[in-house]
């Protein structure tokens, strides 16, 4: 994942949805301590600043210093960069040691990771009892039934030039290994269905597909899937340049705890 997202960084921090507080709210519930919280793959702190109401302490970790950067400050969380050189024993010790973290998030980011390595690292960080993983994403996104079929063919366009990583994104996380129990919140192969209602500009929402690493990817091998023919399409089923619209993107979350 280094650098994956090094280029669009900008578009990312401006357009990238931050989550409901209802859902921290729902994480912080399941952990009966609050000291210390790892938000891995954390960009620009979009999910540590809602954890930050909930815990003590939030670390936010992130291969990519373009994002960190660009990172919300907040008196409760510390942004650290993590590369890939450094060890997990080096890794622990900087989160906090074994047994030590009482919720770790993954935003939009766990498909990317080298799942055996960071799910070893959680075991060993997790708080036990009583710690929480909860790893989340989003897919389909619903504006108006003009402009959905229109974002469909534009969204087929991009898998050609899509990550094979990204694969358990298409089908809601239903793919994705998570060798941890249960709290109530899905389960490996179930994951739990989770509305992100937004209101948005259409230069926020295209700002959105700009930070696409499909879109970055086709533009790095001379193919623009956003010219100005389709940005001219978009824009006018979306209803015009300056019309706030409010949508939906379709997220989905598994959340558990380690296998005692």
Not at 217 to 225: E, I, S
């Amino acid at each position: 994942m280094a650098g994956k997202f090094d280029k669009q960084a900008g578009f990312y921090a401006d357009a990238r949805p931050t989550y409901p507080t209802e859902w921290y709210s729902m994480l912080a519930a399941l952990t009966p301590h609050h000291s210390l919280a790892w938000d891995v793959g954390t960009g620009n702190g979009q999910a540590a600043i809602g954890i930050a109401e909930h815990y003590e302490q939030v670390v936010g970790t992130d291969v990519s210093e373009a994002q960190l950067k660009l990172a919300m400050p907040h008196p409760r969380i510390q942004y650290l960069h993590t590369p890939l050189s450094i060890t997990d024993d080096e890794l622990v010790a900087l989160i906090g040691g074994e047994n030590s973290v009482d919720l770790i998030t993954v935003a939009t980011a766990v498909h990317w990771f080298e799942l055996p390595k960071f799910y070893s690292l959680v075991t060993r960080l997790l708080r036990k009892p009583g710690g929480v993983i909860a790893v989340w994403s989003y897919k389909g996104i619903v504006v108006s039934p003009i402009f959905d079929p229109i974002m469909k063919r534009f969204s087929d366009t991009t898998l050609s030039y899509s990550d094979p990583k990204i694969a358990s994104v298409f089908d809601d996380y239903k793919t994705l290994p998570f060798p941890f129990e249960s709290v109530g919140i899905g389960c490996e192969g179930k994951p739990q269905q989770l509305d992100i209602p937004k209101e948005v500009s259409f230069e926020k929402f295209l700002n959105l597909l700009r930070s696409w690493s499909a879109v970055n990817t086709a533009k790095d091998q001379g193919v623009d899937l956003l010219s100005e023919s389709v940005v001219k399409e978009l824009e006018g089923a979306w209803g015009g340049p300056t019309l706030i619209r409010s949508i939906t993107y379709k997220g989905f979350m598994l959340a558990g705890k380690v296998k005692l």
